[in-house]
């Protein structure tokens, strides 16, 4: 029975943990989206991990580094109107360790001429800040 017990305590604290995580990363997305809807690239790519090695898969293929991430975000959308308004649905968001979260989901910009598509993010914890390591968009 104490063998049950401890595999049960030791299963509840690994799920909390992993929800916690999970739910970090989500409160970065709203922060993503509120800073897109006030036309605020630069914030929303403070969530982006700030290295070369950072990952943007998109309709134009692989771009590597944050520079070059948010040139491109900045040319695509050179202004709030252009920008409009960012929504994300989540279909599924799982920690893959204490320091990976994978993320499944749909964005949309509702604009003049709408937009959308879906996305997958892996997040890393890297310094003590989860970031976007690898952004898969279409």
């Known amino acids: 029975m104490r063998i049950f017990i401890l595999f049960t305590l030791l299963f509840l604290s690994c799920f909390s943990k992993a929800q916690a995580q999970v739910s970090?990363?989500?409160?970065?997305?709203?922060?993503q989206e509120k800073a897109w809807n006030?036309?605020?690239i630069p914030a929303f790519m403070q969530h982006y991990w700030q290295h070369d090695s950072l990952k943007f898969i998109g309709s134009k293929g692989i771009t590597y580094g944050w520079q070059k991430t948010l040139d491109n975000y900045k040319r695509a959308y050179p202004d709030k109107l252009?920008?409009?308004?960012?929504?994300?649905?989540?279909?599924?968001?799982t920690a893959l360790s204490k320091s990976?979260?994978?993320?499944?989901g749909k964005w949309e910009l509702i604009k003049d001429k709408?937009?959308?598509?879906?996305?997958?993010?892996?997040?890393?914890?890297?310094?003590?800040?989860?970031?976007?390591?690898?952004?898969?968009?279409?």
């Open 24 to 31: 970090q990363v989500l409160n970065n997305m709203k922060a």
């Open 38 to 40: 006030n036309g605020d």
């Open 82 to 93: 252009a920008m409009g308004e960012l929504r994300f649905t989540i279909i599924e968001a």
């Open 100 to 104: 990976a979260v994978y993320v499944i």
């Open 114 to 138: 709408p937009a959308g598509g879906h996305f997958t993010l892996l997040w890393r914890k890297v310094k003590g800040r989860w970031v976007i390591v690898a952004d898969h968009t279409s």
